[in-house]
């Protein structure tokens, strides 16, 4: 077995035992969380998926000016087993500091593509996901998402989401929102602006108003990436952060590059 195949076959162990490990006790719902994670820090999603036996792992830290904080870990990978439609199947781990307490929470996720994206086209896929406490088990919150994405160019797109989550401590369900704007500039460096959000009610005002974030990626290779991030409101507690993360991705082997496939980096 080759350097590459043992690193997509390492970078598969992490996404997808422990995602099996949750389904069984959680068989009744699929993934979703509070950080409901896109592209790395960002929140609304693209409908392109990495192509099948691809990995990667994405990381990054949030700060707020309210003093909370956030570190996150997200491993994830794209299988076909049964060669119908590729699913990409991730579990974000998050440790978090909100209002002085520490908690952390765990996010097994599945995502497919429904329609492939294109220049001039609409494409479409379906994401769904929960939470829980990783200290207790207690069961946090389940989402379902269908982003939608329309390629103006080779270097532009616009992303939509509409969804649903339910949060399972409260008790309430939300109608979830998002749109945003991709911009590659240069072949290494894009700019990010995105406006989310969730619609219903609750007893924290700043919970269901809208929530932004700008930045920049910086991908030196196919392999790696920075971003740079600013967000008001991320978390719906009215205040803003900065975020720092990475991206490494373990790509099949000669396939094509992913941001020559999808147009961006």
């Not at 399972?168 to 995105?194: M, N, P, V």
């Not at 920049?216 to 971003?227: A, G, M, N």
Request: charged share 20%; glycine share 10%; net charge neutral.
């Amino acid at each position: 077995m080759g350097k590459g195949a043992k690193q997509v076959g390492f970078c598969a162990a992490l996404a997808i035992l422990p995602w099996l490990a949750v389904s069984w006790l959680a068989v009744s719902w699929l993934a979703a969380g509070e950080a409901r994670a896109a592209n790395n820090a960002y929140a609304v999603e693209a409908a392109d998926i990495s192509e099948a036996g691809s990995c990667k792992f994405e990381s990054w830290m949030s700060f707020a000016t309210n003093t909370d904080f956030s570190m996150v870990a997200n491993p994830s990978c794209v299988v076909d087993p049964f060669k119908l439609k590729p699913v990409e199947l991730s579990l974000l781990t998050n440790r978090s500091k909100s209002d002085g307490e520490w908690g952390t929470s765990m996010a097994p996720k599945a995502k497919m593509n429904l329609v492939p994206t294109g220049v001039g086209k609409l494409g479409l896929a379906v994401s769904a996901g929960g939470s829980f406490d990783a200290a207790t088990g207690e069961h946090l919150m389940m989402f379902a998402v269908i982003p939608a994405t329309y390629r103006l160019s080779e270097s532009m797109r616009i992303n939509i989401n509409g969804g649903w989550l339910w949060d399972h401590s409260a008790d309430r369900h939300y109608l979830l929102y998002g749109a945003g704007f991709d911009w590659k500039l240069t072949d290494t460096l894009q700019w990010t602006i995105e406006a989310f959000g969730q619609a219903g009610a609750s007893d924290v005002p700043s919970a269901i108003r809208p929530r932004f974030q700008t930045g920049l990626r910086w991908r030196p290779s196919e392999e790696f990436s920075i971003d740079m991030i600013y967000g008001r409101n991320i978390t719906g507690e009215n205040a803003n952060w900065i975020t720092i993360g990475t991206t490494i991705r373990f790509p099949v082997e000669g396939a094509q590059p992913e941001h020559k496939r999808t147009g961006h980096l």
